[in-house]
């Protein structure tokens, strides 16, 4: 691709140290079709996961959910998808304990917190479009309410 003019910003609101990640792709100008059709993809994959997750289910399970819709569009990405969050300490705010990743058997629970990294790079660009939650009683909340596609500045 030429020059893409994309830009990945990932910012956190915090406080008393708890953090809330999110993460936003901006492309400065009309964005080449391969570049918002990944957007697309990036947030169906997200939505497909975030809108199953549930107490009980296990953490490779909402991986698999991510997985399910990026394979249906002929995408493979190897990494997690997410992690726990909470109270955070420099130099990050995640912490060590599970990973929406294949293998993990961690159940969900209320209260749990994570930050969904939906996020794909191929080897010319990337998009992340990613956020955090809460499980609950009956599936997730999101900590944030801001659009989830990519955002086109002209």
Not at 11 to 29: C, S
Not at 80 to 99: K, L
Not at 136 to 141: N, R, S
């Amino acid at each position: 691709l030429p020059e893409t003019g994309l830009v990945m910003l990932e910012i956190a609101g915090v406080r008393r140290r708890y953090h809330a990640p999110l993460t936003r792709t901006f492309h400065l100008g009309a964005p080449p079709d391969e570049v918002a059709d990944l957007a697309k993809i990036c947030v169906e994959a997200g939505d497909a996961a975030m809108g199953r997750a549930a107490p009980g289910m296990t953490c490779e399970a909402v991986e698999a959910i991510w997985q399910g819709v990026l394979q249906r569009h002929g995408i493979e990405k190897k990494s997690r998808v997410g992690y726990p969050i909470g109270v955070g300490y420099p130099p990050d705010w995640g912490e060590r304990t599970c990973s929406l990743r294949p293998g993990d058997k961690t159940e969900l629970t209320p209260g749990m917190c994570f930050h969904f990294q939906a996020g794909l790079w191929l080897d010319a660009f990337g998009v992340a479009i990613s956020e955090g939650f809460v499980v609950t009683e009956t599936g997730i909340e999101r900590f944030a309410d801001a659009p989830r596609e990519l955002i086109v500045i002209d």
